[in-house]
């Protein structure tokens, strides 16, 4: 078994994405002409991880894969970025979870998603595996079943390690979650339904209602708009550099794999944040989830003009 001091224990969903681009999303009843087709790695939480491994974290990934080719092409994926995979489960009735994603010129995008096994991974395979890699982090998205991480999130918790939790998909559904988590991650709408609010409001203040759940951090993503940080030590606006968008798929995991990679490297959060927002500027360059997904060289050799965004 491998361990790396510092390391981080990735747990959620891999897939395979199916990914079609076109001029527009058909709507309902229509069929619209589409002019490429890819099928890439994905999974929210493989693409944290991948995105770990290329900011020179390092990443061992808890979910789970059918027997079936999708899941075997998404293992040689992983390894390949130098992810971790032992603790990979392999189900012979489920299927690899699978997205079907249409991609709009502009770079927006619809995601259809069947997440197969991922949701047979049980809390007693998440637990052994943090006790036996005794992580720094844990990063987790709300993709393995409830009990599964609330299991995960609670020895955790005793163990002192720093839970980190991206709260999507289906962000209602985490809200008994929160309460033992370190750093919360959310975008403005996933932040809105934790709060029971039809829409999000003043930002600073929906930040820190959200620390009132439970998190010490809270890091509330806004696209093109940035990053808000809200800690004991206050609030803080992050800016990203400006740039052509060509595909968002992915842009949002790879913030939270390069801020999580980042925090083993650096003492302040806000360096941390920082990096994440050039990674995930940079990776809404390119097409694809895990294809787009920068290297740390590739992070740190940006241009950083807008302020609010020194370099790391």
């Known amino acids: 078994m491998r ?155 005793k163990a002192a390690i720093h839970v980190v939790f991206n709260a999507t998909p289906d962000p209602a559904m985490a809200r008994n979650l929160i309460e033992d988590v370190s750093t919360l991650i959310v975008n403005e709408g996933e932040a809105a339904i934790l709060l029971g609010r039809k829409a999000i409001g003043d930002l600073h203040d929906a930040v820190a209602a959200l620390r009132r759940l439970g998190p010490e951090t809270v890091v509330l993503t806004l696209g093109a708009q940035g990053v808000i940080t809200g800690s004991a030590e206050g609030v803080e606006e992050y800016r990203p550099p400006p740039v052509t968008v060509v595909d968002t798929t992915g842009a949002g995991d790879t913030f939270c794999g390069a801020f999580v990679a980042r925090l083993t490297r650096e003492s302040k959060v806000e360096d941390a944040v920082r990096y994440a927002v050039n990674a995930s500027a940079l990776s809404v360059t390119r097409p694809g989830a895990q294809p787009s997904i920068p290297t740390r060289d590739e992070v740190l050799a940006m241009s950083l003009t807008p302020a609010g965004c020194a370099s790391p």
Request: glycine letters at 12%; charged letters at 20%; proline letters at 5%.
């Open 3 to 157: 361990k790396t001091p510092g390391s981080i224990l990735v747990a959620g969903a891999i897939n395979t994405d199916l990914v079609a681009t076109m001029k527009r999303a058909p709507e309902a009843g229509e069929t619209v002409t589409g002019t490429t087709f890819a099928i890439h790695g994905g999974g929210k939480a493989a693409n944290q991880a991948v995105a770990v491994a290329r900011s020179g974290g390092y990443a061992s990934l808890v979910g789970a894969i059918g027997d079936d080719d999708f899941g075997r092409d998404r293992l040689s994926d992983l390894d390949r970025d130098g992810v971790d995979t032992d603790w990979v489960m392999v189900h012979g009735r489920d299927p690899s979870g699978v997205a079907l994603i249409l991609v709009e010129d502009g770079g927006e995008n619809r995601i259809a998603y069947v997440p197969g096994a991922t949701l047979a991974v049980p809390p007693d395979h998440a637990e052994a595996a943090l006790a036996a890699l005794r992580p720094a982090f844990v990063l987790a998205t709300n993709e393995l079943p409830r009990d599964t991480l609330k299991i995960l999130f609670t020895a955790a918790r």
